[in-house]
C-alpha cells in the first residue's frame, strides 16, 4: 500500500508539480483488499488502516483515513508531500509519459515506442469496451507492474494506471 500512495503522489507532482500541501486519496475496498489480501468489511478495514506501522508515519506523518459507503480517503498530510518529494526517487517512466500524453500529437505508436525504450517485455492490446482503446504493461514488471489504459481522445491520448488485481477485477 506504501508503495502505491508514494507512486500516486510523484505521479501528481509529476503532472502538476510540487506542492507543499496535504494530499487526500481515494481507494475503493476492493483495492485495499488487494493491498492486505483480505476480505475485510469496510469497518474491518477501516480499523485495519488506524493501525499504520511506526517507519510508515515516520515517513509520511499522521496520516488519517475515513470511509464513506466502501470509499476509503486516505489523507496525508503536507510533511508526507515533503518526504515523497525530497526522499523518493523520481520515476522517470512515469515522468516520460506524462510529458508524451501532454503533447498534442501523441499517438499509441508514440507510447508503445517509450515502452519498448524501457523494457523489451511490453504487453500491448487492443481493447474494445468504449471506456478504452489499448493496454500497455510490463511482462516483467520492471519498471512497474501497473496496467496502462488509454483512451484515444482525438486531438490526445489519456490514461489510467491500474493495478494488476484491479484491472482483472473489471470486465474489460
Known amino acids: 500500500m506504501e508503495r502505491n500512495l508514494v507512486d500516486i503522489m510523484k505521479e501528481e507532482q509529476a503532472k502538476l508539480g510540487f506542492r507543499k500541501e496535504a494530499v487526500r486519496l481515494y ?3 476492493a483495492t485495499l483488499q488487494h493491498f492486505f489480501h483480505a476480505e475485510d468489511t469496510a469497518e474491518e478495514m477501516q480499523e485495519r488502516l488506524q493501525a499504520f506501522p511506526e517507519e510508515f508515519t515516520d515517513k509520511l506523518g499522521n496520516v488519517q483515513v475515513t470511509h ?12 508526507g508531500s515533503v518526504y515523497v518529494k525530497e526522499q523518493m526517487k523520481d520515476n522517470e517512466f512515469i515522468k516520460e509519459l506524462i510529458g508524451q500524453v501532454q503533447q ?23 481493447m ?3 471506456e478504452f482503446d ?5 511482462a516483467d514488471g520492471v519498471p ?12 490526445h491520448m489519456v490514461y489510467h494506471r491500474f493495478l494488476p488485481e484491479d484491472y482483472k477485477d473489471f470486465d474489460f
Open 27 to 29: 481507494y475503493p475496498l
Open 68 to 79: 464513506k459507503k466502501g470509499r476509503f480517503c486516505i489523507h496525508i498530510p503536507e510533511e
Open 104 to 126: 498534442r500529437d501523441c499517438t499509441i505508436e508514440d507510447l508503445k515506442k517509450l515502452f519498448e525504450a524501457h523494457s523489451d517485455q511490453v504487453i500491448f492490446e487492443t
Open 128 to 130: 474494445s469496451n468504449g
Open 134 to 138: 489499448y493496454l500497455l504493461r510490463f
Open 144 to 155: 512497474d507492474d501497473y496496467y496502462y489504459c488509454f483512451k484515444d481522445e482525438g486531438c
